[in-house]
């Protein structure tokens, strides 16, 4: 399962996700069609742009507590001081991804960022 983690900004536009998440896509030459999941932090999991984007990819939009952030720390790839000041992780969209991708998930690599969004690709058996 291939899940697309990811961390955007308050207003962020479901064209500005889309973009960020094709291009994690390209990045790590993932088919669309493979992706089966697009994740962010719970607060935004249910925001008209998050769940937008989500469709427009034809996968679920789900959410992810901090608290589950938290418990993969350790995975992963990049450090941000600023998230982890305001959210108390390194980095949202490969917590999520990581989260979403279940135990044995593994990120393909570092997320990806625009100015408005990041995105992290996962891979797993789901949880």
């Known amino acids: 399962m291939i899940v697309a983690g990811v961390g955007c900004r308050t207003a962020t536009s479901a064209d500005e996700i889309e973009q960020v998440v094709r291009m994690a896509l390209s990045v790590f030459k993932v088919s669309a069609g493979r992706l089966e999941a697009l994740a962010t932090e719970a607060g935004k999991a249910a925001e008209p742009a998050f769940v937008d984007a989500a469709r427009r990819f034809g996968v679920p939009a789900r959410g992810c507590t901090i608290d589950e952030l938290g418990r993969v720390a350790d995975r992963i790839l990049t ?25 044995n998930g593994c990120l393909l690599g570092a997320r990806v960022s625009t100015p408005r969004a990041t995105c992290a690709l996962a891979d797993g058996d789901g949880r």
């Not at 450090?79 to 135990?103: F, I, N």
């Open 79 to 103: 450090r941000s001081a600023r998230v982890l000041e305001a959210k108390g992780v390194p980095s949202v969209a490969e917590a999520c991804a990581l989260v979403v991708a279940g135990e």
